[in-house]
């Protein structure tokens, strides 16, 4: 397949395939070779990262490295520990390593979050957690423009990334995040919801907030009569986390939240929020 050639509009429409098994050949390439996103999660699993280190990184300057990646990602599937979120944070760290200073650091990241490929962007989430010298508000600040993409892959890798930093720092992170909750983007606003969840999906509970879910009102007051559903689910996913540990103080926040905020949107945070426990209820004899 020629490189240069225009991509099919059929590429560029696809819904993608419900399945890993079902993504076509010619797809496989497009993503393998960086020239366009994944745009589902059966696209996202099946991309050979390591090829797209190769055919991409010289171009920006960073071929160099591209054999420490390959390494990375061979001694990952040789520990039996390669899924996709590894493997990001795997080329990642291969990278920062090789690039060293702050300074590179930063002109990688720059070309890395403006590239057409959403696993490339993913590896620029990885490498702001990955440079230590880094405060959170720094990795915040960075992790920011990520957190606002177009693809909910890279959305996802932004919150992955500084997690541990946030979880690491709750307090500080938890007010940082307050300016997040009242972005007018609701991509920066479920980021702050998601990156703080109790349990969290692909990635360590942070055991404070399952003991302690009250530390986390400060940002979900602000956001319980959301108007994106992207945002109301991520709410509702936050204290149906919390719901696991600490049942009676989400019936409580949600019986105050609809008496005193009686919306359609908080009633169906409420809604989902409850789901487990009434679940849970309904099983009993």
């Excluded at 009242?182 to 703080?196: G, V």
């Excluded at 009676?248 to 169906?268: G, I, M, N």
């Excluded at 929020?273 to 309904?282: E, G, Q, V």
Aim: glycine content about 4%; proline content about 7%.
């Amino acid at each position: 397949m020629n490189n240069d050639a225009p991509i099919p509009e059929h590429i560029l429409r696809r819904k993608g395939s419900p399945n890993t098994a079902g993504v076509p050949e010619e797809v496989r390439h497009l993503l393998n070779t960086g020239r366009i996103e994944a745009v589902n999660l059966s696209e996202w699993l099946i991309v050979d990262q390591g090829a797209i280190a190769a055919h991409c990184l010289p171009a920006l300057g960073l071929g160099q490295h591209v054999q420490a990646i390959t390494a990375a990602l061979e001694a990952l599937e040789a520990l039996g520990k390669s899924t996709t979120p590894k493997r990001n944070a795997a080329v990642a760290t291969a990278l920062h390593t090789g690039l060293g200073s702050t300074r590179a650091v930063e002109r990688a990241l720059k070309d890395l979050r403006q590239h057409p490929s959403d696993v490339i962007r993913s590896w620029a989430c990885e490498l702001v957690a990955a440079h230590a010298p880094w405060s959170l508000a720094d990795k915040l600040d960075r992790i920011r423009p990520l957190a606002a993409d177009t693809n909910m892959g890279v959305r996802e890798c932004a919150w992955m990334a500084v997690r541990n930093d946030i979880a690491v720092h709750l307090e500080e992170a938890l007010s940082r995040l307050v300016p997040f909750v009242l972005d007018p983007d609701p991509n920066i606003r479920r980021f702050a919801t998601e990156a703080t969840r109790p349990r969290g999906v692909w990635c360590r509970h942070i055991h404070a907030l399952r003991e302690n879910p009250a530390k986390g009102l400060i940002l979900l007051e602000p956001v319980r009569t959301d108007p994106s559903r992207y945002v109301q689910n991520s709410v509702a996913n936050w204290l149906n986390d919390a719901s696991k540990s600490q049942p009676d103080w989400v019936q409580d926040v949600c019986r105050r939240w609809q008496k005193e905020s009686p919306t359609t949107e908080t009633a169906y945070i409420c809604r989902r929020a409850l789901r487990t426990l009434t679940k849970s209820a309904k099983a009993k004899p």
